[in-house]
């Protein structure tokens, strides 16, 4: 069930197919972001899932439930293998995007995950800006369990999370992933994949380190041999 997933932060079609072209044959897992998705529409989508791809559809929603309900049916037909939502929105929002999904065929077997509060959020943002005064990691603890509870598979975290929400029983997809010779770059809380697989990651997500690599296949393999 562990699986390495590539971040495809490209800012079109084009620079995506090119860099897909020697993963041929292999049909790694892909998340699509906004980025790429704004740009190329749910058209990209049906395309790499009619090559053979998973997908991990990265667009985050939140709204009020009605809208996300409606928003998640559209979703649940193009049939990705993952998607999410914030889990700021709430229970309601949360169970509302669940059925959304759940009314469509191919959106049944799609697993919805919530973000938590953003790496890019600090304790002081939190409280000053947010006027939330419980500490950051009791309220990313909240927040899986409202999740959990509005019958979502999982969340989104960073690898050093995993072991709570492996505890509490549901998956985590993790980002900040870099191998021990890499640079760091913007991400603050990182793990190497083998990392990761200790601490009970179920899905890594892994930009930077396989698409800027200079072969990206071998970065790629060498992922999937240390976490799977
Ligand atoms: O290049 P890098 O491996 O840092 O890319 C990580 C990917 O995961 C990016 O697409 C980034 O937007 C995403 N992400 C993240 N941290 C989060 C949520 C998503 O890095 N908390």
Redesign the pocket.
């Known amino acids: 069930m562990r699986d390495v997933i590539i971040?495809?932060?490209f800012k079109n079609k084009e620079d995506l197919f090119n860099f897909l072209k020697p993963f041929k044959g292999m049909n790694p897992y892909l998340?699509i972001?906004m980025e790429i998705f704004y740009k190329e529409g749910p058209e990209l989508v049906r395309e790499l899932k009619k090559e053979g791809f998973k997908i991990f559809l990265?667009l985050k929603l939140h709204d009020i439930p009605n809208t996300v309900e409606k928003a998640m049916r559209n979703i649940g037909e193009l049939g990705v293998e993952i998607t999410n939502v914030h889990a700021e929105g709430g229970i309601k929002m949360m169970e509302a995007a669940r059925r959304g999904l759940d009314s469509t065929e191919l959106g049944k077997n799609t697993k919805l995950i919530a973000?938590t509060i953003?790496?890019?959020i600090s304790q002081e943002v939190l409280e000053n800006e947010l006027l939330i005064k419980e500490p950051l990691n009791e309220v990313v603890r909240k927040y899986a369990n409202n999740a959990k509870e509005a019958g979502l598979q999982g969340v989104?975290?960073?690898a050093l999370e995993a072991p709570i929400i492996k505890e509490m029983g549901l998956i985590s997809v993790t980002?900040?992933?870099?191998f021990q010779d890499d640079s760091v770059?913007?991400?603050k809380r990182v793990a190497t994949p083998a990392f990761a697989k200790e601490l009970g990651s179920t899905y890594i997500?892994?930009?930077?380190?396989?698409?800027?690599a200079e072969d990206p296949v071998k970065a790629y393999n060498r992922c999937v041999k240390e976490f799977c």
């Open positions: 971040a495809c932060d998340k972001g990265d973000v953003l790496t890019s989104v975290c960073s980002p900040g992933i870099r770059n913007d991400q997500v892994v930009g930077r380190s396989i698409t800027q």
